[in-house]
T-cell receptor
Framework: GAVVSQHPSRVICKSGTSVKIECRSL??????MFWYRQFPKQSLMLMATSNEGSKATYEQGVEKDKFLINHASLTLSTLTVTSAHPEDSSFYIC?????????????FGPGTRLTVT | AQSVTQPDIHITVSEGASLELRCNYS??????LFWYVQSPGQGLQLLLKYFSGDTLVQGIKGFEAEFKRSQSSFNLRKPSVHWSDAAEYFCAVGAANSGYALNFGKGTSLLVTP
């Protein structure tokens, strides 16, 4: 099956710094990637939809200037958490949609656990 | 508004007993339905999915789910639970009119007792 990777798997950063998370589709080209956030003991919430070559679409309540998403190629999307604060500590999961597959087929990365101290 | 409801926050079953996890959805468009499992500190693993066709779907690890359009439900079942099935289970729904992004239920935490 299709594989999606995320890097790093874990990151600890100091408050006020920025962190970049990469999401890669390893064996297919993903025209659309999604970023989700999961707080402890909670469900996954969609943050934004990223389409290759265009600006990301953010969900209501997600600050686009704080969570910068870039989808510059068909295999890579990045999420940059700018000026991170402890409340941004969360599990960030990306997924990638394979346009060649079934209409709603998407594949999830293993997630990145961000801890802001 | 589109929504996914998992009515049971926690479920406890004895090892070897049968299991049913409930999922109800409210979607205006034709939904695509998924069940995922997540162990603590881990990512998501897809158990099964329904796009169209046969409404009884077989998945991995002995799980199955049945799509009932009239009840707007997609309940997950397993005839005999193993201790290793203890985890968090998420029902998710997507649709073409939302760009196929998934809307997740709040999850059901499964505890398996000896």
């Amino acid at each position: 099956g299709a594989v999606v990777s995320q890097h790093p798997s874990r990151v600890i950063c100091k408050s006020g710094t920025s962190v970049k998370i990469e999401c890669r589709s390893l064996d297919f080209q993903a025209t659309t990637m999604f970023w989700y956030r999961q707080f402890p003991k909670q469900s996954l919430m969609l943050m934004a939809t990223s389409n290759e070559g265009s600006k990301a679409t953010y969900e209501q309540g997600v600050e686009k200037d704080k969570f910068l998403i870039n989808h510059a190629s068909l295999t890579l999307s990045t999420l940059t958490v700018t000026s991170a604060h402890p409340e941004d500590s969360s599990f960030y999961i990306c997924s990638a949609r394979d346009p060649q597959g079934r209409v709603s087929e998407q594949y999830f990365g293993p997630g990145t656990r961000l801890t802001v101290t | 508004a589109q929504s996914v409801t998992q009515p049971d926050i926690h479920i406890t079953v004895s090892e070897g007993a049968s299991l049913e996890l409930r999922c109800n959805y409210s979607y205006g468009a034709t939904p695509y339905l998924f069940w995922y499992v997540q162990s603590p500190g881990q990512g998501l693993q897809l158990l099964l999915k329904y796009f169209s066709g046969d409404t009884l779907v077989q998945g991995i690890k002995g799980f199955e789910a049945e799509f009932k359009r009239s009840q707007s439900s997609f309940n997950l079942r397993k005839p005999s639970v193993h201790w290793s099935d203890a985890a968090e289970y998420f029902c998710a729904v997507g649709a073409a009119n939302s760009g196929y992004a998934l809307n997740f239920g709040k999850g059901t935490s499964l505890l398996v007792t000896p």
